[in-house]
């Protein structure tokens, strides 16, 4: 008979307290300098050693997906709140609007998250997999609707999103770049419904 797994053991109250200072000073180091900080210094103002983030983060990645995790409740929660919105369409670009907003508190998480989809190792993408379900959801439900057109995928739109947050973090100077940008999406996305029915143009 196999032996049961052995369960995973709470964290120390030590090794928590590390965890807790190491995942802040990210947080502030990533918002001040980007994703690409140097973790030896988040180590060093954490108060522990280099060995010590590594045994909690075993590397750059799992870090920002640690940082993350907050941005991503509020994603989810918030793609649950649309998902009975009266006008899907809109939803949905709402919705990827709020990503490109928390992918932008944080210079690199945009360059990042464009990646993590074609990589399976990366840490991000226990990120990723999430927003894709809840982005999917949303862009079925405007695509039943008739407003979003049937060629649209969720992951052409997360990776459109996602160029759209590079584009407003390198253009800091135009702060109205990504909703520009945005409105641009919806107007992409809308099905027209002439389309299939338009009449040939005379002497057509």
Same mark, same amino acid.
Request: proline residues 6%.
């Given at each position: /008979?196999?032996?049961?797994?052995?369960?995973?053991?709470? /964290?120390?109250?030590?090794?928590?307290?590390?965890?807790?200072?190491?995942?802040?000073?990210?947080?502030?180091?990533?918002?001040?300098?980007?994703?690409?900080?140097?973790? %030896?210094?988040?180590?060093?103002?954490?108060? *522990?050693?280099?060995?010590?983030?590594?045994?909690?983060?075993?590397?750059?990645?799992?870090? /920002?997906?640690?940082?993350?995790?907050?941005?991503?409740?509020?994603?989810?929660?918030?793609?649950?709140?649309?998902?009975?919105?009266?006008?899907?369409?809109?939803?949905?670009? %709402?919705?990827?609007?709020?990503?490109?907003?928390?992918?932008?508190?944080?210079?690199?998480?945009?360059?990042?998250? /464009?990646?993590?989809?074609?990589?399976?190792?990366?840490?991000?993408?226990?990120?990723? *997999?999430?927003?894709?379900?809840?982005?999917?959801?949303?862009?079925?439900?405007?695509?039943?609707?008739?407003?979003?057109?049937?060629?649209?995928?969720?992951?052409?739109?997360?990776?459109?999103?996602?160029?759209?947050?590079?584009?407003?973090?390198?253009?800091?100077?135009?702060?109205?770049?990504?909703?520009?940008?945005?409105?641009?999406?919806?107007?992409?996305?809308?099905?027209?419904?002439?389309?299939?029915?338009?009449?040939?143009?005379?002497?057509?």
């Amino acid at each position: /008979m196999n032996a049961a797994p052995t369960p995973a053991r709470p /964290m120390r109250a030590d090794a928590r307290r590390n965890y807790d200072r190491l995942l802040h000073e990210a947080r502030t180091s990533f918002a001040d300098r980007g994703t690409d900080a140097s973790l %030896e210094e988040i180590a060093r103002s954490a108060g *522990v050693g280099i060995g010590t983030l590594y045994r909690h983060f075993p590397n750059r990645q799992a870090l /920002m997906n640690a940082v993350f995790q907050e941005a991503l409740t509020a994603l989810l929660a918030r793609s649950r709140e649309l998902a009975q919105a009266d006008q899907p369409c809109t939803a949905l670009v %709402e919705w990827l609007g709020a990503i490109v907003t928390h992918a932008g508190e944080y210079r690199g998480l945009a360059q990042a998250l /464009m990646s993590a989809p074609g990589d399976e190792t990366s840490a991000l993408t226990s990120c990723h *997999v999430p927003l894709r379900q809840a982005g999917a959801r949303l862009l079925t439900r405007a695509q039943s609707s008739g407003s979003v057109r049937a060629d649209v995928s969720i992951d052409d739109l997360l990776q459109l999103t996602n160029a759209i947050a590079l584009a407003a973090e390198q253009t800091p100077a135009d702060p109205a770049l990504a909703d520009r940008l945005l409105r641009l999406t919806l107007r992409g996305l809308k099905a027209d419904p002439a389309a299939s029915d338009q009449s040939p143009p005379p002497g057509g």
